[in-house]
């Protein structure tokens, strides 16, 4: 069992960066690929990066470039580090964790309570 806790979520302004963070409880954090998706009000829930505990991380188009994930496996925590924010990059975003480096919802088993981005204009 893996709980997710999402923070780090607030209101900017385009251009602007933010910094989301997750905290894992749960002693097998190191067996999983965590996983950043987000949702738009009306929209379906989307990939936007993950990371394997090597390291190895794979992105979204929409966030290569400005976003960067990260892990310290030590402390069970993944990062998704956001910069060059944009209107359209706003949204609940979720932490999630999988036992395989995907980009579909139904692969992650859990999942965190969501933050919420606001970008404006």
């Known amino acids: 069992q893996v709980q997710l806790v999402e923070s780090g979520g607030g209101l900017v302004q385009a251009g602007d960066s933010l910094r989301l963070s997750c905290a894992a409880s749960g002693r097998t954090f190191n067996s999983y690929v965590m996983g950043w998706f987000r949702q738009a009000p009306g929209k379906e829930r989307r990939f936007v990066a993950a990371i394997r505990w090597s390291g190895s991380t794979y992105y979204s188009d929409s966030a290569k470039g400005r976003f960067t994930i990260s892990r310290d496996n030590a402390k069970n925590t993944v990062a998704l580090q956001m910069n060059s924010l944009k209107p359209e990059d706003t949204a609940v975003y979720y932490c999630?964790?999988?036992?395989?480096?995907?980009?579909?919802?139904?692969?992650?088993?859990?999942w965190g309570q969501g933050t919420q981005v606001t970008v404006s204009s």
């Open positions: 999630a964790a999988s036992r395989v480096l995907v980009t579909t919802t139904q692969a992650y088993d859990y």
